[in-house]
């Protein structure tokens, strides 16, 4: 029937299986795009019959939002066209069945319909869009960065419909919250809005006890609270700004909870009557605290400041940081006992330094109000646990201080005068801890990659890595993985030596291969040490000894380490038309660079310095063992054989992923080329220098006249066999040693 119908289906039949065949990683992507747009369809289609069920104007929005996706996806891709070249490559991969506009007005959709509103459907919504857009990657129709671009512009365009729409709060109405209030034992005849922005109401009203202050927090006022926080989590250290939350609904319960602690420690905070749950809002019942402000407190307000910082050092000293201290927030009552407003910013189990920041911004805050020199005395004054912290007065520094007692200081001498008041007998003053996140060396850093991601992702776009893999050779990506398998064996053998007790050859390779697992979670060479100290420990080691063996193994590796890379320099320049001891002018080039930037260092008696402090304790520690296993040939010879071992099976590893895949390099290259991403991985803070190392090895490879293609083939193999499939056997093995006890 069916030859009969289609004539040709035979021919069509003939040339579509061997396809198949030929194809089977591309068929299995084909077969699952298909799928995931049949569930992106249905997704689609379940959240528009929802909203038009339950939510016609989200289903409204999410139209116009998703008129709003095409327009742009559209513009998007005409802009790409016309700047033609690497941008459209990058930005809409293959035009003849590009998928960003269709990628674009589904995010739209599904962004302008709210589903904040609507849980059930928001996990099943991600999912399907994920896959839709890893099997478009992977298949050649949308790139890497063009997969970005979508989502952004989706986001965009649906969050510009829902923000033009207006967000309709999801706040109990006023009868409401009063019937809720009355079942919790609060009768209130009439609330009036005191406070209003995004996402949060406060309202006061009184019952027959006094005053009430209730605050209510709506779920889905989140968007510039958040984006506060998380530029705040940016630019400052955790040790500055702690844990904050990223909901306003999880800042009010640490609230809560905060003010429980407070008064636990008999500090005066308003109490807390209820906490409810109004529908999606949350609901906090408080009466507000009596009292009269520090700024008002006339010639009482020194003693007040006083009692102040008496109140502050009881919450420090139950862990609790109040987080944003002003003058205003601190009330006297009538005895001169003083308590706090509120503890809106306020972090438990907070650290040393933000309790001193704490300190440093009632000590500024009150001396706004009473000057310096009565500040300094007020926080002397009765000082139970010892002297003013000797980094308090670092601490005078605007970037430490809230943003109200900043302004309050600017232009003035109040810190001047203050750092004076507390200097030290000799005038000295201790080194102010670093409080933002970022330097400009990272920022500089930061930028200088960006640049070379985005050169390489200009490389990576003509990839087609599913065709580079399906024609993958399996016998020499069994060599590699057999390469993977001899360098654990190799950092067994180069530790062995240095341990002053008998240790298990394959106990102590065991140990190394668990430390596959620790990688994933950790940046290199810190899971690597800290197992290893601990095997050490088990072993009958004390801790400083177990440190100082892994240490002298460390330093030997990166010492032989150094030497092979100076020799694999001097023998790329070696030939058998130029025959010479003397190593090429390239890598004479690179020597006298690193001798001159040596120097450069040396001479600079900071730098000099910083080198000094780091290094003398290393060398302290190891050179005696070091000179030991110097004088014992057989333990020289050992631990010399294990570290070639262990960098003899990474380079075999590369250099048969890259023969896997029809390139080869010279030895000596293939061994400068991992030696060099070695190292750029060992400094790098991501896990198992997962990035740096890859683009490290990319870079190099290319450069070497490897194709692209065959490169990011070669890299994406190399790193499978040699940290992505030891890292199940290590966690294997690391359960092993933990259930007898090894680790």
Known sequence: MLTLTTPDAVDTLDRTVPTVVRD???????????????????????????????????????????????????????????????????????????????????????????????????????????????????????????????????????????????????????????????????????????????????LTGSDE??????????????????????????????????????????????????????AAAGVPVPPVVALLAVGPALVLVERPLPGTPLTEAGDGAEAGLAAAFAALRRLHAVGLAHGALTPDSVLL?????????????????????????????????GATVVGAAAAVAALQADRTPGPTPARVPALLQPVALPAAVRRAVRGTELLAELRRALAGPDGTVAAAPRLERFSVRTILTVAASTVAAVLLASQLSQVSVVDELRRADPLWLLVALGGSALTYVGAALALIPFVPVALSLGRTTLVQVSSAWLTLVTPPTVGHVGINIRYLQRAGLAVGAAAASVAVSQVATVAATVLLLLVVGWASGVSASRLSLVPSGEVLLVLLGAVAVVGLLLAVAPARRLLVSRLEPLLRQSLPQLLATATEPRRLATALGGILLQNAGYVLALDASLRAFDASLALPTVIGVYLVSSAVGSVAPTPGGLGAVEAALLGGLTATGVPVSAALAAVLAFRTVTFWLPAPVGWVAFVRLQSRRYI
């Open 24 to 202: 089977p990683l591309r068929t299995l992507f084909s077969v699952a795009s298909v799928a995931a747009s049949l569930a992106v369809l249905a997704v689609l289609a379940t959240v528009a019959v929802d909203a038009a069920r339950h939510r016609r104007a989200a289903l409204v929005q999410a139209l116009v939002a998703g008129l709003l996706g095409l327009l742009l996806g559209a513009v998007a891709e005409r802009s790409g066209d016309a700047a033609g070249g690497v941008v459209a490559d990058v930005l809409t991969g293959p035009r003849d069945d590009a998928a960003l506009v269709p990628v674009v007005a589904t995010i739209a959709f599904l962004v302008g319909a709210d589903l904040q509103r609507r849980r059930r459907w928001r996990a099943p919504a991600r999912w399907v869009v994920l896959a839709a857009l890893v099997c478009g990657v992977a298949l050649g129709n949308l790139t890497m960065q063009g997969a970005v671009a979508a989502v952004l512009l989706g986001a965009v365009a649906g969050l510009a419909v829902r923000l033009a729409a207006g967000v309709s709060p999801a706040r109990p109405g006023d009868d409401v919250l009063r019937a809720e209030l009355a079942r919790a034992g609060v009768v209130v005849t009439a609330l009036e809005v005191t406070e209003q922005h995004a996402g949060l109401v406060r």
């Open 209 to 262: 006890e006094g005053p009430v202050c209730v605050t209510v927090v709506d779920p889905d006022g989140r968007g510039l609270p958040l984006v506060r926080r998380a530029g705040r989590m940016l630019r400052f250290r955790a040790a500055v700004v702690g844990r904050p939350s990223l909901s306003q609904r999880g800042d009010l319960e640490r609230e809560t909870s905060s003010k429980a602690l407070a």
């Open 333 to 365: 009552d009538a005895d001169g006992a003083a308590g706090f407003r509120d503890l809106r910013a306020a972090q438990p189990a907070a650290g040393e330094l933000q309790r001193d920041l704490d300190t440093v911004a009632l000590l500024v805050g």
